[in-house]
């Protein structure tokens, strides 16, 4: 039961993302933190734990970078951001086949801390006033002084903070001793170098524009400007076909080829796309993101019907299904906040 309630809290709790960026994602940190502890104090040690958990740091980290589509306005910190998410997949997916523990260190999840670092400057500064070598100056600190420790401290010297802690209780006090010194230093040295807040602390992303922020011009938006093969449906059969891979060596009764998962997915997407631009063509648009999933995971669901009828009955059914609420998820939240982006991008180049 207790693994049950902390693998659907690690499915839902990402969905906040989008809408309270800074709390979901801290949150989604915190029980990332904390799963294998709850785990523990109830007596249940989940086999293949560390597939289990890169393939819910993915999930959850895809759910993050879809909300930058939607959110950020920044197009450097973007740019930047897609590449150290992807960076990331990839180290993730080859950790999966290899179980070589010290790729996680050349492969480090510095897009997690990216974005709470925007995030946090959001908060309280307008984003588009810092450029590009900022952000970038940003990414190599967050990857050089935070991320390589700690991933080497997890992934490689495989030490956790709980049981060091209980060895050496002086640390404790230590620890307590360096972050009143860093929060000294931040109040007397940094703080007042910091230029005036733009406005007062707001954890809500900043408002759409306006020419964009309801369903049906997200949807007039795609039929002039998207196509069915385009960069926008091949990033989502790429980042599709590399979550699926990944979830898929966690799946304890999956035993399909990655091939024909890839191909699979990028079909399915593929379908999705054309599919949802004909129904945009026709000015039809489910204002509710949540119905509009559902009708996407039921047209997936036929889909995935005629192609089992096709194969003579050799899709699994339970791993298919959860492959197809991947699919149906990713491509709805991608295709609505898709748009978004390009169109805050096509306005600031004007």
């Known amino acids: 039961m207790a693994f049950v309630v902390v693998v659907a809290a690690r499915f839902l709790l ?161 620890l307590v001793a360096l972050v009143a010194g860093l929060a000294v230093l931040f109040q007397r040295a940094v703080r007042p170098r910091l230029r005036p807040a733009d406005w007062d602390w707001q954890f809500r992303p900043e408002p759409q524009p306006e020419a964009i922020d309801e369903p049906h011009e997200r949807s007039a938006w795609r039929v002039q400007n998207d196509r069915v093969w385009s960069w926008n449906t091949f990033e989502k059969a790429v980042l599709l076909g590399l979550l699926c891979t990944i979830f898929a060596q966690m799946l304890p009764d999956y035993t399909g080829s990655t091939t024909n998962l890839f191909i699979g997915v990028g079909i399915t997407v593929v379908l999705n796309a054309a599919v949802s631009l004909a129904v945009a063509r026709r000015s039809w648009t489910i204002r509710n993101t949540v119905l509009s999933f559902l009708a996407r995971l039921m047209l997936n669901v036929a889909l995935a019907t005629v192609a089992n009828w096709i194969l003579d009955n050799q899709l699994d059914g339970y791993d298919t299904l959860f492959f197809l609420v991947m699919i149906s998820l990713i491509t709805t939240l991608h295709d609505r906040w898709r748009p978004v982006h390009e169109y805050r991008r096509t306005m600031a180049t004007a």
């Not at 480090?108 to 984003?127: D, G, K, L």
Request: charge should be negative.
């Open 14 to 174: 990402p969905l906040a993302i989008p809408y309270y960026p800074l709390p979901g994602v801290i949150a989604c940190l915190v029980l990332d933190g904390v799963d294998q502890t709850i785990f523990q104090a109830f007596g249940y040690d989940p086999p293949g734990y560390q597939s289990y958990d890169k393939a819910m740091d993915v999930f959850y980290l895809s759910i993050a970078y879809l909300s930058t589509l939607r959110n950020w306005t920044s197009e450097p910190a973007f740019r930047i951001s897609r590449f150290l998410f992807y960076y990331r997949l990839v180290g993730a997916l080859i950790f999966e086949f290899t179980q070589l523990r010290w790729l996680l260190l050349v492969f480090p999840n510095v897009f997690e801390y990216f974005f709470i670092a925007y995030e946090t400057i959001r908060s309280r500064w307008s984003p588009v006033t810092l450029l590009i070598g900022w952000w970038m100056s940003l990414a190599g600190v967050i990857w050089v002084v935070i991320k390589l420790p700690q991933e080497w401290w997890l992934h490689v010297a495989q030490l956790d903070v709980t049981d060091e802690l209980a060895r050496h209780q002086w640390a404790i006090g230590l």
